[in-house]
């Protein structure tokens, strides 16, 4: 739906109806009904006329309900119309009429059908003599002559091909008219009565009258003398008071003082009808030429006849920017989320649907861009200038001045505060932005601050695709040779790819130049890590991108570590902390100390705000994006500030995980796949924090009754020990123990009392000879009874 006018001068049509029933049926007809709560549009001074606005399809529309019937009520009431809403082009008076059963070309009119009118002829008006009538038809008491668009309509309508074209145009418009009420408690109000209720007296037929109402005789006479084919009451008073009047009436009698019953709610149904078909499908045409050559749009993309999916996210804008008080609006994701793709798909719907808006996309990814594309649309709008003239100032003061118009303002890639707000000596782009009510202005960014700071409540979010619209996405970036795949390995791809837009479509362009199978793709990406790397550094071009880098996936999101990095050096410490760990299911108390709670909060809020880090509902985990987990890990090394990274994760997690305690294992369970990608991957880098690390991770194992896990923990564990603890460490030693004890649950029996033996030897090396004893003791009950002839196998379980 459009939006509703800032000013009576957004309103280009008007209708007026004489009949309450005439004014329910337009009513019942509009698309939308805008109630005047705020009394901001007013009317002019001695206006006493009560107006209803709203809609039909994108065309605004104002409602008039005449005071009472006949010519002096219609004059009157055009006169107010006119002086309050002084931009109409065009007033339909709507409503129903008695017509001429039997035309001069011998076509028949029946009870339902609907009268455009061509002229307008005062048949009352002239002087009564004894004898006869004689109607005034002098130049100066003739109505008008209808203005050329109502000429140019007239014209169209006497061809075969547009009439069909409306008839068939204002049967949808009943349909969905019967069909919207037939879903309210007046279902039936405007049902055809059926031909059976269509009667015609015979013209001759006499009746009494107690109006002025005419007979048969009188209707035929007047038809030849005049020319005419329906007779109403109001057209007259309004065809010379308003620049162009179209009378459409529905057909509820013929003209004879018979009023059939039921064909009054009837005609002015197909009259509404007929009026919506029109002002859809040939005025709002002819509206749109005429306010395409005010309005500007000015994007410098192509549309995108390759969108797909999304529809929730564009309806909501829609109906966000719908509302005209909601001046700032934000869209806000992750890079490659494609923001720029579903803001450049409102520009077109808005060109497309709004001919009176002018659509303007100003880049924000940095100043020097901004103002280059300020100045190119001061180019475009011929603004007379100076070379002292500061074209973002041009353009600010021209979109502030209420006689511009509507407008729709797009800022695209608003990722960085320096930019929008900028410094003590330096204005940002937030300076240049106009103020207006006829105005408002979409922002998309990566950043949620920025869009919470700009938009306030009217925040859009914008997440990976679903399932089906990536796959719809993939189909129609590739190129025909690509048309049979194998449902499994799409499916298996897009997941791999996260469903994220760019890395889609940057796969899809990678596929189509070299020529490489999608199945081929998949392996490569999951050859290796540096393969996979590869891929999304890869570059594609695009008629949406300022330029090929913005094609990358790796790319953008470098791109958004540095605005974090320059924002929030706590925030890029955390991310270097959960950059070595899992990247899903994040506990918020495995993350380091980084400073006060609430540095952390803001840190934590920071990574959110960026897109790094996404919070389960109602639960204190996070999870990062696999891929930028990737990208960013790649990012390091090619620093070589991996290894400090990975050797300072390691640490912080050997600190902080250190009791098997029952009441600290909820606590544990959360942190333990993190120690454990910790402690297989890095345990090399610092030896003496992974064995630390691996220890306590193997006791929680065997907790949770992971024996087979426990065991390669605690395998790896002796093994580092071996060369970082001397012989007689008591952690060695328990290790040794507990290292006994995976075997012998894994029933790994030999290992298991090797595993003693080499334990029973460390030991009797350095304790005194007396203490020997107290060792077979220890050991005795437990695995074995200890003989110098060797062991005697005991399949009791062991205690840690």
Same mark, same amino acid.
């Given at each position: 739906?459009?939006r ?5 001068? $957004? ?14 049926a337009?009513?019942?007809?509009l698309?939308?009904?805008w !109630?005047e709560q705020?009394?901001?549009? =007013?009317?002019?001074? $001695? ?6 606005m709203?809609?039909?399809g994108?065309?605004?529309v104002v ?5 009472? !019937?006949?010519k002096?009520?219609a ?5 107010s ?21 039997n ?7 029946l ?5 455009i009118?061509?002229?307008v ?11 006869d ?8 008491d003739m109505?008008?002559r209808?203005n050329k668009?109502?000429? /140019?309509?007239n ?17 949808k418009?009943l ?7 037939g !879903?309210?408690?007046?279902r =039936?109000?405007y049902?055809?009565?059926g031909a059976a209720?269509?009667k015609?007296?015979?013209?001759k037929?006499r009746?009494?009258h107690q109006d002025?109402?005419a ?7 007047i ?9 109403e009451?109001e057209?007259?008073g ?8 179209i ?9 004879d003082?018979h009023k059939?019953?039921?064909w009054?709610?009837y005609?002015a149904a ?7 078909a029109l002002?859809l499908?040939?005025?709002?045409d002819t509206?749109?030429?005429?306010h ?6 000015f994007?410098?993309f192509a ?10 996210v564009v309806?909501l804008?829609?109906d966000?920017?719908s509302?005209?008080?909601?001046n ?10 494609g923001?720029t793709?579903?803001?450049l798909? #409102?520009? *077109?719907?808005v060109?497309s ?17 901004f103002?280059q594309?300020?100045?190119d649309?001061?180019r ?13 100032e ?6 502030s001045?209420?006689?511009?118009g509507?407008?729709?303002l /797009?800022l695209?890639n ?7 707000r900028?410094?003590e000596?330096?204005?940002?782009i ?8 006829n ?8 950043w949620?601050?920025?869009a919470?700071d700009?938009a306030?409540?009217n925040?859009i979010?914008?997440a ?8 719809n ?28 837009p760019?890395a889609?479509a940057q796969?899809?362009?990678y596929m ?5 199978p ?6 490569i990406?999951h050859h290796s890590?540096?393969d ?5 550094r890869?570059?594609y071009q695009d008629d949406?991108? *300022?330029d !090929?880098?913005q094609?990358?996936v ?10 974090l ?24 108390? /495995?993350l380091p100390?980084?400073?006060s709670e609430?540095?952390?909060l803001?840190?934590i $809020?920071?990574l959110?705000?960026?897109g ?5 509902p ?11 987990h ?6 390091a090394?090619d620093r070589? #500030?991996?290894?400090?990274m990975?050797?300072e994760?390691?640490r912080?997690l050997a600190t902080?995980f ?15 796949p ?8 890095y345990?090399?880098?610092?030896p003496?924090?992974?064995?630390s690390l ?5 006791k ?5 009754w ?6 390669a923990v605690? %395998? ?6 071996e ?19 995976? *075997?012998?649950?894994?029933?790994l029996i030999?290992?298991?009392?090797m595993t003693i ?5 460390s030991e009797?090396? #350095? ?7 107290k060792?077979e003791?220890?050991w005795t ?7 110098a002839? =060797?062991y005697?196998r005991?399949?009791g379980? %062991?205690?840690?």
């Amino acid at each position: 739906m459009p939006r509703r006018p800032s000013s009576r001068d $957004g309103f280009h049509f008007a209708i007026i109806c004489a009949l309450p029933l005439e004014f329910d049926a337009v009513c019942d007809s509009l698309d939308e009904v805008w !109630e005047e709560q705020d009394g901001k549009l =007013g009317k002019a001074d $001695g206006d006493s006329s009560y107006y209803t606005m709203g809609c039909m399809g994108n065309t605004p529309v104002v409602l008039l309900l005449l005071p009472g !019937e006949g010519k002096v009520d219609a004059a009157s009431a055009a006169a107010s119309l006119r002086s309050s809403y002084n931009k109409l082009s065009t007033v339909f008076v709507v409503g129903t009429c008695g017509a001429l059963p039997n035309l001069l070309d011998e076509s028949e009119v029946l009870l339902g059908d609907v009268i455009i009118s061509e002229f307008v002829v005062r048949y009352d008006f002239g002087s009564q003599y004894p004898d006869d009538f004689k109607p005034k038809t002098s130049i100066e008491d003739m109505l008008g002559r209808p203005n050329k668009e109502t000429r /140019i309509l007239n014209a169209q309508l006497k061809t075969q091909r547009y009439r069909d074209k409306l008839e068939d145009n204002a049967f949808k418009s009943l349909q969905h008219l019967q069909a919207k009420i037939g !879903e309210t408690k007046h279902r =039936g109000k405007y049902d055809y009565p059926g031909a059976a209720h269509d009667k015609l007296f015979d013209p001759k037929y006499r009746h009494k009258h107690q109006d002025a109402n005419a007979c048969g005789e009188a209707r035929d006479r007047i038809s030849r003398r005049d020319k005419v084919i329906a007779f109403e009451k109001e057209g007259a008073g309004v065809w010379d008071e308003l620049p162009s009047c179209i009378i459409i009436k529905g057909v509820s009698d013929y003209a004879d003082s018979h009023k059939p019953k039921g064909w009054e709610k009837y005609a002015a149904a197909t009259a509404a009808s007929t009026t919506k078909a029109l002002l859809l499908h040939h005025f709002q045409d002819t509206q749109a030429k005429r306010h395409s050559e005010d309005r500007v749009f000015f994007v410098p993309f192509a549309e995108n006849y390759s969108f797909v999916g999304r529809e929730s996210v564009v309806k909501l804008l829609i109906d966000t920017l719908s509302n005209k008080r909601k001046n700032r609006v934000a869209l806000v994701g992750m890079g490659g989320v494609g923001k720029t793709q579903v803001a450049l798909k #409102i520009a *077109y719907m808005v060109e497309s649907n709004e001919p009176e808006c002018s659509v303007l996309w100003l880049p924000a990814f940095s100043m020097a861009g901004f103002e280059q594309a300020c100045a190119d649309l001061v180019r475009k709008l011929n603004f007379p200038r100076t070379k002292d003239d500061d074209p973002r100032e041009l353009i600010q003061q021209h979109l502030s001045s209420e006689h511009v118009g509507r407008w729709l303002l /797009i800022l695209d890639n608003v990722d960085s505060e320096d930019i929008l707000r900028g410094s003590e000596s330096v204005q940002g782009i937030y300076a240049y932005l106009p103020r207006s009510r006829n105005g408002q202005i979409l922002v998309t960014t990566r950043w949620r601050k920025i869009a919470v700071d700009f938009a306030k409540q009217n925040v859009i979010e914008i997440a990976e695709m679903e399932h089906t619209d990536a796959k719809n996405l993939l189909h129609t970036s590739l190129n025909s040779e690509h048309s049979m795949w194998d449902d499994q390995v799409v499916n298996e791809l897009l997941h791999l790819l996260t469903y994220l837009p760019l890395a889609i479509a940057q796969a899809a362009a990678y596929m189509d130049i070299f020529k490489v199978p999608i199945d081929e793709y998949l392996r490569i990406c999951h050859h290796s890590q540096q393969d996979m790397m590869e891929l999304l550094r890869s570059q594609y071009q695009d008629d949406s991108l *300022y330029d !090929e880098s913005q094609g990358a996936v790796a790319t953008t999101w470098l791109i958004s570590f540095g605005q974090l990095q320059k924002y929030n050096s706590v925030a890029a410490k955390l991310l270097f902390f959960i950059l070595w760990i899992e990247p899903q299911a994040i506990p918020r108390s /495995i993350l380091p100390d980084v400073g006060s709670e609430q540095e952390t909060l803001r840190a934590i $809020g920071t990574l959110s705000s960026f897109g790094f880090l996404r919070k389960r509902p109602e639960q204190d985990i996070f999870d990062m994006h696999s891929l930028v987990h990737m990208v960013m890990q790649f990012w390091a090394h090619d620093r070589g #500030i991996d290894t400090r990274m990975k050797r300072e994760t390691l640490r912080h997690l050997a600190t902080i995980f250190q009791s098997d305690k029952w009441d600290k294992r909820n606590l544990s369970r959360a942190h333990l796949p993190h120690v454990l990608h910790a402690f297989r991957a890095y345990r090399q880098i610092d030896p003496i924090s992974a064995s630390s690390l691996g220890f306590w991770a193997g006791k929680c194992l065997f907790q949770e009754w992971q024996i087979k896990e426990a065991l390669a923990v605690f %395998g790896q564990v002796v093994k580092i020990q071996e060369t970082t603890l001397a012989q007689d460490d008591p952690l060695r030693l328990e290790s040794h123990r507990l290292l006994a004890i995976a *075997y012998q649950a894994n029933e790994l029996i030999t290992e298991a009392f090797m595993t003693i033996e080499n334990i029973q030897k460390s030991e009797e090396a #350095i304790m005194p000879v007396g203490d020997v004893v107290k060792i077979e003791i220890r050991w005795t009950g437990k695995y074995s009874k200890y003989t110098a002839g =060797g062991y005697h196998r005991n399949y009791g379980a %062991g205690a840690i």
